[in-house]
């Protein structure tokens, strides 16, 4: 028999009719022969107003308290579920997080799955009950209340689906899980600010991991990494319609036939730099360790080279997030005898892809759509398949767009295979290409902990530095469209306005064997347009890599890699961090000892 794990989001909820309408269509899979679990959001703005009422009390809530106050909204949620579907004549029994041991850990207002036990659940389903479980919620092994950190009532519903599909107990091992919501999938950007976006028929669970971490908010991020770690396929649909929504699946081959799949906007972040930090191995992990020990997630990693043995580090955070990373900082930054700068008016724009590991040329065209739109770039940091920029905040939606429409994002993809959503390769659905059974890399009794997968050495690169450029759009379309006219393909790029002058760095890297070229290029670009920069050339570069599920999140993940690279002494020079892998750039002679170091740092647990 057939799981069928479906969550309804706040819009889905908020009047009694909506509440109906998810009653019977709960309903209607019991009837069509499966067994349902229903996870359900706080209703409407429910979860916002109790935000302001404690607001209204105190500035600084505490976050226990906190958690007590928001888990309400879905209480009531639960409860008027299971009342409609029993007033439609249907058994169903509500429970809280804690009511069926849905245990995290103790960081209130963010706190992690650790596992849930399936027993409550299998007792009431085997009763033929419609189960209804609270979103957002569990409780720490003291029985306090937590929430999972905004809109993670998804990630309830995926963690349920996994642990019902792999618990030796549970009877199933076919469980799907939908996802509700006011719009009827993933679209190539958020529809609400791209009108002329367009709904997406299956997308990654990498893509999607990376599109909700970036910004789309239609996934709560975490809820992928379950997705990916215990192969569950996701579907995203609309609770007003019975039309086909959007698959998060494993990735097939014509997904990387385009370069990008989808754009993002992190709209509300905050941009921290620390100037004048002493130039020596072992500050950078100083720096973000201590930010990650308040569970603080970053990126955009920006370091400025050295001058004077002085040199900047900068990153992005959320902005809500941006007083707790101040009050850590400015203490390390008393210390270094170094100064805090921030910005907390900027906006994160993303695009995200597959097809970015093999297309060339796609940071060019991201830069020129932003300079053809005459937007200021402050900084840019690529991923194994993101690259970010980040800008004025007013400049947001307006570059948005236009990198959405760069890509040609607001088009109908005409290449997709008839039946695109498995690639044409002969599985009817993806929930077939599932059972041809990927591993399982996540356990059920840390359900929520990194997964490392894979660590690596690449030697095969060198780097190119140039400083003091103009710090206009213009530049970097300029500088990546010569290189991409030479064929060469570039991976790694870091740029960054300098605090407080207009004069921007950037650094990027490229394979060895075309270095040297990219290094010329840049300099006869240079000398004719921008005489005043001067250009650095690393011919080799060693790059070592952490990749897994959710790495930049579990902010732990960095702090042990840089606390290994400082261990031993070795000066990272750049950083790049996405949720599927963080890479590191060290100087080449020190490549075989990072890996080393790596390895024993992750293998260990
Ligand atoms: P729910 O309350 O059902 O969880 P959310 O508001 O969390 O709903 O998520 C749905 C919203 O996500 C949509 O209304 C849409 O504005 C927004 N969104 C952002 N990015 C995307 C995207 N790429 N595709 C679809 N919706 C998106
Ligand atoms: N009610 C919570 C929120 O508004 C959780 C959710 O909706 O997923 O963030
Ligand atoms: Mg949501």
Not at 62 to 77: A, N, V
Not at 510 to 519: E, K, L, T, Y
Request: charged residues 20%.
């Amino acid at each position: 028999m057939r799981l069928v794990v479906q969550k309804f989001g706040g819009t889905s909820v908020a009047t009694a009719e909506r509440i109906m309408a998810a009653a019977r269509r709960a309903i209607r899979a019991q009837q069509q022969g499966n067994r349902v679990i229903v996870v359900v959001s706080a209703r409407g703005d429910t979860t916002d107003e109790l935000i302001a009422l404690a607001k209204e009390i105190t500035d600084n809530p505490p976050s226990r308290e906190m958690d007590m106050l928001l888990s309400t909204g879905e209480q009531i949620s639960i409860a008027l579920m299971a009342m409609a579907i029993q007033a439609l004549g249907y058994p169903a029994i509500s429970f809280t997080g804690a009511q069926i041991g849905i245990v995290t850990d103790s960081f209130h207002t963010k706190a992690r799955i650790k596992n849930i036990s399936t027993q409550r659940i299998l007792q009431a389903l085997n009763d033929g009950q419609i189960v209804i479980v609270a979103g957002f919620q569990g409780v720490d092994e003291n029985y306090n209340i937590t929430t999972l950190g905004r809109g993670g009532s998804d990630t309830t519903a995926v963690a349920l689906a996994a642990v019902m599909k792999h618990d030796p107990a549970s009877p199933f091992r076919e469980v799907d899980c939908e996802i509700y919501t006011d719009v009827d999938g993933v679209y190539t950007t958020d529809p609400r600010i791209v009108p002329e976006a367009q709904k997406i028929a299956a997308i990654s669970y990498d893509e999607m991991l990376e599109l909700a971490s970036l910004g789309a908010g239609v996934m709560h991020s975490r809820s992928i990494e379950f997705a990916k770690k215990f192969n569950v396929p996701v579907m995203v649909r609309s609770s007003f319609s019975d039309v086909e929504g959007t698959w998060i699946m494993p990735e097939t081959d014509w997904m990387t036939q385009v370069p990008v799949c989808g754009a993002a906007i992190a709209k509300e972040e905050a941009r921290v730099s620390i100037v004048g930090v002493p130039d020596v191995p072992g500050v950078s992990h100083r720096i973000f360790s201590a930010i990650a020990d308040s569970n603080i997630a970053v990126d955009m990693i920006c370091q400025n080279l050295g001058v004077a043995g002085r040199a900047e580090v900068g990153f992005t955070v959320l902005r809500n997030e941006l007083p707790a990373t101040l009050a850590v900082i400015r203490r390390l930054a008393d210390e270094f005898g170094a100064e805090v700068r921030y910005e907390d008016n900027v906006s994160k724009v993303s695009i995200v892809g597959a097809g970015m590991r093999t297309h060339t040329g796609v940071a060019e065209r991201f830069f020129r759509a932003l300079a053809d739109a005459d937007i200021q770039v402050k900084a840019v940091t690529t991923g194994d398949i993101k690259i970010s920029a980040l800008v004025d905040k007013a400049d947001g939606p307006r570059a948005l767009r236009a990198v959405h429409q760069a890509f040609g994002l607001h088009l109908p993809r005409r290449d997709l295979p008839s039946r695109a959503l498995t690639g044409g390769d002969g599985h009817a659905d993806p929930r077939e290409l599932l059972a041809s059974e990927l591993p399982v890399t996540g356990r059920l009794e840390a359900m929520e902990d990194i997964v490392v997968s894979d660590i690596t050495l690449d030697e095969s690169q060198g780097r190119v530095t140039l400083l003091e450029l103009p710090s206009q759009t213009r530049v970097l379309s300029e500088l990546f469209a010569a290189i991409a006219q030479a064929g060469i393909n570039v991976d790694l790029i870091v740029h960054s306005l300098r605090n407080g002058t207009a004069r921007a760095e950037v650094s990027f890297s490229v394979p060895r064997a075309d270095v040297r070229r990219a290094w010329e290029i840049a300099q006869s670009l240079a000398r004719t347009h921008w005489p005043q920069a001067q250009l650095l050339l690393e011919p080799e570069i060693a790059v070592v890599s952490v990749t897994g599920v959710g790495v930049r999140t579990h902010t732990g993940v960095a702090r042990r890699m840089f606390g290994a690279l400082a261990s031993r002494g070795i000066n990272i020079a750049m950083i790049s961090t996405s949720e599927i892998r963080i890479e590191v750039v060290v100087d080449a002679r020190h490549g075989p000892e990072a890996l080393a170091a790596l390895r024993q740092a992750f293998c260990a647990t």
